[in-house]
């Protein structure tokens, strides 16, 4: 008889760890949320009383030593990702991990290396890649309505920055924020970069630039394949959220714009006015964030291997890598380089 | 202390019926789904299996009779609708009811008398109330952004017509679909109807004229306020269900567009091509048929007033007659005809 | 040898009038303007003088006594226009007609017969059918894209009312105003109307109902072959000039929007801002206008029909009659009584 | 008493030196067309009888020699720019001149200093300074809705590269088809340029890469406040002529959408379609030519310097070598290497 239901236990109870949490409770049917692991032993026990979980803990062994647990959400921060992954590897649980992996190729690597000897199935948190926007951009360009691609825009944009606290750990603007981007064009594209150049200043808030970090960027990715791809991003936008691409190629074009809380305007004496994008991430994206969870438990539950690999989530750590000596050093950089 | 849940029993396990039913064990958080009502035992049986509800059973008074649960959801076919209401209001449940109250006045006023007697909740589920677009062209009205209302523009038009067996039974056009759009003119302007033109013809499919229906309709409502309201209704859009609204006032204008399954497009030698709207009902309004649960949930915790009464019930069905008869008699009909 | 170039009258020093005459004398090439005639002979000489036109007089004989001119353009006030036509027609002029021929339509008849026994060309101003929005809907209709026509949609606001003074002497909104739409109703769907109802109210401005007339109206048109109308008027858009049609039907449905004097938006923390229709009427339809009046040359030239025939200048003001004793008498009335 | 209308002398009668004489004849009041100069005596003349131009001839001499003609228009071939300005200033006539003013960097200068020690005034034609939809954007900036501008995105597509013979001749894709978007960019930007990084590659017809030139790029320029603009180009785009500009700052954002032949759409079973962009340069920017001509007709009879002005002409000469040699070194290019 087939497995109709996993067990999985989840680390990390920040913003994204309580929504993953609130959705495997209550909007996941195959899946049951066996134990809630934070830092915080009292964070921990707070989120699993709200959502009706039995196990709560402060170590991430409660989840690894239970034989019961099919998968691990790993939603704890960045630092923790590689150590996690492999820790979890090594008692044989699948594993659902948000990105990055690490901000370090090395233990990318290590990480990697550890779930392909345990033979676990390891999914990386791109979540827009189950955003129905992009989810049918790309199927138009693999259906061939483009043609051949030529031209990629990728513009994402944040309504406000994150605390400084966080943007002082989190590795900078391209491995923060345009990570995301960087995994869009590989998905949209269907090949890898080979050169990026990058261009980063401080627009929005000096401080920022004080903790060594821009907010405000262009890149420039050129695919094997010739293609060339344009992000730019902001971490401050005056009108919201805005996440947006185009695919340019021989036979037409295909966009995305942004989705909007409502379709409707009013217009008066000053004009047509019609509504922001919806704000912020959790908004924009839950159907994303479910879809995405929905596809993790789905191949854990059929034996195989999830749409975002750990490849998928080790080349846009090269490309931010890349991104960032580009800019340091104000010249295109080849992934090569940071493969040495 | 105040209670935080409520226990529901549901009658009807039809595509409404098992929307709602789906909603309350999976999406709603502050009602317990407790027994499920069908016609037909087997198919009570079967939902309550699926959703993991203790009691099925092929009669109301399964619901009625048990003192542990407070309202009951109505979504079985319309001609049970009245007899539905009074029993529950008699055994004292809080009542949410599908629309219409009946296709018969006197009996629709005999419910709303056993409601009041009883001093129990009734919402009828004008969901479209609760969907975000019209909701926000609503707030527009209200606080002045339009101005002193002078037109409303109502476009409803469904993908396909239901199975003839279906409509034979439904009251006909102006009952069963165009009701929603009595409602929705009555939600928007805030004030009555006076006057009703209709005209009806049989565009789509000769077999609906053969069972005395229309298919195609275009009515004019006279409010008392003045404000004049045209609706157009259709059983069969190429394109999909298309369901907009707009409202001219005397400082501006406001309006809701179709929701689309995404914000995407294609541009090539043909031109550029957009998505159709969202298909059908059931997508559609997903979240306003959760929002309307919750309000009716919220009405009873609190004790309030639900924001849609018998008398929002009962108004759409006195339209609805006077709509049939200026299309018989070729001539606007006054409401004030109908309540004689 | 064919004729190149005619020779063009025009009387009435108007806003419409001296539009015309700008046109014929600087962006139309295949007619020369060689009269200009006002009730002023002030008027006439001015804007001759302005244009370099040669001859300017306050009597209409100047131009239809004059060998040279092939025809006339007559942009007088509507009570001219019968006793203009009948008298170019007896002259042997053609004759290009701003709409409506005439408020009686026993002297619209007279008219009519003078130019069918004259054997001259009649083209009414209905500009609107020369615009390349409504051209292409129309279009779209006769290449069977919409398939069978079932519904239309004709809105049509104007952003401010014309002086009291006018709409006295008008004929009435239906008469004046919706005239257009009437035109439009029956240039899209290609047959004709059968039965009118029509709902008029005065909201915004009470002086214009002290004069007897309304301001805002709904009109209900049902033509002969089962195709239903609707149409909403008023004198007074906050956000200027409303001009827009849709046409639904068993194959899909055509739209046309309004146009802008640009693409732009804006968007910032209050939301997406774009711009107010082109206003008015003069600046919205100045394409329309030349290519009308291009088209009567043409016919002229070439001893065509016209597009626009004199049938085309009767039947809506049938229509805005029949409109009339609908509101006035509160009941659709059939355009067969109104030819009686 | 101030000079009304100025006469000017038009060189060059390929498509725009045609469009811009038909102009200067019939829609522009102000200037009269005094002579029509090509290197075809025959080609000339044709055009000059047409429109009814009294001179024609294949010497600018026959322009420049004349005393009672004010101004000259240059639309020869790129070649014949800077040696036609260089004859005009010391013929002490004023220049309106298509660009480039050069391929080569000293010839420009050189022109310059010719018109500059004339006191002749000289407008570059770069017309997109004058569409609406530019200009709407452009007036956004200046009056502070955008706040600092941070990023500006301009898309630049053609809808088929020009013959390959042209291309030989043209100075290559920077020269010729980007040179409008780095003029565009000052425009909007209203700042310098610092540096330039370009990619560029042969992607719609590998006969433009055999005679050295490319088809696609992508272009970073950085501005001396901050401000990075990207630019996208290709000379072949399925969907027609696509312009559209987008500029991010920190109060908002301002685009402009591209124009389109009318507003209408249909609603199918396929889909929503509507209008491709306007298509091509002569009829989308039509408005924008005329405009632009009457600005230089206004600075010459003003005694006013032109808003586009020889260094406008200058600037994106260099940005456009700049780009050239970025993408044939592989790195970014500042602008002072070009100038040394």
């Not at 692991?37 to 979980?53: K, M, P």
């Not at 990702?81 to 990055?100: L, N, T």
């Given at each position: 008889m087939t497995?109709e239901?996993?067990k999985?236990g989840?680390v ?5 760890g309580a929504?993953?949490?609130?959705h ?6 195959r899946a049951?949320?066996a134990?809630i692991v934070?830092?915080?032993?009292a964070n921990a026990?707070?989120l699993?009383?709200?959502l ?7 170590q ?13 959400a790993?939603?704890s ?6 150590e ?5 590897a090594?008692?044989g649980k699948h ?8 901000l370090d190729?090395g233990r990318v690597?290590?990480?990697l ?5 345990a033979?676990v ?10 955003d ?8 138009q360009?693999?259906n061939?309505a483009?043609g051949?691609?030529n031209?990629v ?5 944040d309504?406000?920055p994150?605390p400084?606290e966080?943007?002082k750990?989190?590795?900078?603007l391209?491995?923060?924020m ?5 995994d869009?064009?590989?998905f949209l594209?269907g090949s ?7 261009k980063?200043?401080?627009r929005?808030?000096p401080a920022?630039?004080e903790v060594?970090?821009v907010?405000t960027?262009v ?6 394949d010739?293609?060339m791809?344009?992000i730019d ?5 005056s009108?919201g959220?805005?996440q ?5 190629g021989s036979?037409?074009?295909a ?6 809380p409502?379709?409707t305007g009013?217009g008066n004496?000053?004009g047509?006015?019609?509504s922001k994008p919806l ?6 994206y839950v ?6 969870m929905?596809?993790?438990?789905d191949?854990?539950l059929k034996?195989e ?16 890598l ?5 800019m340091?050093?104000g010249r295109?950089?080849?992934?090569s380089?940071?493969?040495?």
């Amino acid at each position: 008889m087939t497995q109709e239901k996993i067990k999985i236990g989840l680390v990390g109870t920040g913003r994204i760890g309580a929504m993953h949490a609130e959705h495997l409770c209550h909007r996941i049917h195959r899946a049951d949320l066996a134990a809630i692991v934070s830092r915080s032993q009292a964070n921990a026990e707070r989120l699993a009383e709200t959502l009706g979980v039995s196990k709560a803990s402060d170590q991430i062994s409660t989840i690894l030593d239970d034989p019961a647990i099919d998968a691990v959400a790993i939603c704890s921060s960045t630092d923790t990702h590689s150590e996690f992954i492999i820790r979890a590897a090594e008692a044989g649980k699948h594993i659902f991990c948000e990105k990055p992996i690490d901000l370090d190729l090395g233990r990318v690597d290590q990480a990697l290396a550890a779930v392909r000897s345990a033979g676990v199935k390891l999914q990386i948190g791109f979540h827009r890649r189950f955003d129905p926007n992009f989810q049918e951009v790309e199927q138009q360009v693999r259906n061939g309505a483009v043609g051949e691609l030529n031209l990629v825009r990728i513009t994402s944009r944040d309504p406000a920055p994150p605390p400084l606290e966080y943007i002082k750990t989190s590795g900078g603007l391209f491995l923060d924020m345009s990570i995301h981007d960087f995994d869009m064009a590989r998905f949209l594209v269907g090949s890898e970069v080979e050169e990026v150049f990058a261009k980063g200043t401080c627009r929005t808030d000096p401080a920022i630039g004080e903790v060594g970090d821009v907010d405000t960027a262009v890149i420039v990715l050129t695919f094997k394949d010739g293609c060339m791809v344009t992000i730019d991003n902001c971490r401050k936008s005056s009108y919201g959220y805005d996440q947006r691409v185009e695919v340019f190629g021989s036979k037409g074009m295909a966009w995305a714009d942004n989705n909007t809380p409502h379709r409707t305007g009013v217009g008066n004496a000053e004009g047509m006015h019609t509504s922001k994008p919806l704000d912020f991430f959790l908004e924009r994206y839950v159907d994303a964030y479910l879809a995405q969870m929905n596809a993790f438990i789905d191949s854990v539950l059929k034996g195989e291997e999830p749409s975002v690999t750990g490849i998928d989530g080790r080349n846009p750590v090269v490309i931010a890598l890349a991104a960032k000596r580009s800019m340091e050093q104000g010249r295109p950089v080849r992934l090569s380089e940071i493969e040495k």
